[in-house]
């Protein structure tokens, strides 16, 4: 019985440092979560199951407007992936894994070579920016990352070389305008079975 207790606990800590963008990862979160409680290295784990059992109870709690949150921060996003459709733009981070929060950010992620012509669109389109170099993987020069303002939502916009569309060392999530356009009708979709 105590087992199960702990793995309540231990679950409910974990989906308060996923909610809380403390941590992305379920297994991750519940290996912190066992260290904070002052658990033994050696307890069990919740499974994947009681993470998201516990991700639920966390947010009707806390967040009891998530799922229209997440929705209108996908929105903006989509409006966002048309607005710089020429670059060929995607998506990435919290908003697009579902873990965002109302105040979250927008990231998006552009492959180029011309870093200098997103500035310029920008500034064509009297959009206010601030623009900050970023050492990269890819390549000797500095690799720009922008933040502005859309609609009261800050979004950051990280440039990357070309070439770094295929040499990514690790898999980033990512979906352009038609892909997020259809996560966004699925989960419409979800929600309206889910409410009848």
């Not at 180029?112 to 920016?129: C, H, M, R, T, V």
């Not at 070439?163 to 979800?190: G, S």
Request: proline share 4%.
């Amino acid at each position: 019985m105590a087992t199960q207790t702990n793995a309540a606990r231990i679950a409910q800590r974990a989906a308060q440092l996923i909610c809380n963008h403390q941590q992305s990862d379920p297994k991750l979160a519940s290996q912190q979560a066992i260290l904070e409680l002052g658990f033994s290295k050696k307890e069990a784990p919740p499974s994947a199951a009681e993470i998201e059992a516990a991700i639920a109870d966390y947010r009707q709690l806390f967040s009891p407007n998530y799922d229209l949150d997440l929705l209108n921060l996908r929105q903006k996003s989509l409006a966002l992936l048309d607005f710089f459709k020429q670059f060929q733009p995607f998506l990435v981070g919290s908003v697009l894994k579902g873990s965002a929060s109302k105040h979250s950010d927008i990231n998006l992620l552009i492959f180029s070579d011309d870093p200098k012509a997103i500035e310029i669109f920008l500034l064509n389109q009297q959009i206010d920016y601030n623009c900050k170099e970023r050492k990269t993987q890819y390549r000797q020069t500095d690799s720009p990352a922008i933040a502005f303002w859309f609609d009261s939502t800050q979004v950051h916009l990280q440039v990357l070389p070309s070439t770094a569309r295929h040499q990514t060392t690790k898999k980033v999530d990512r979906a352009n305008y038609e892909q997020l356009k259809q996560l966004i009708a699925r989960n419409m979709q979800t929600d309206c079975i889910a409410a009848d």
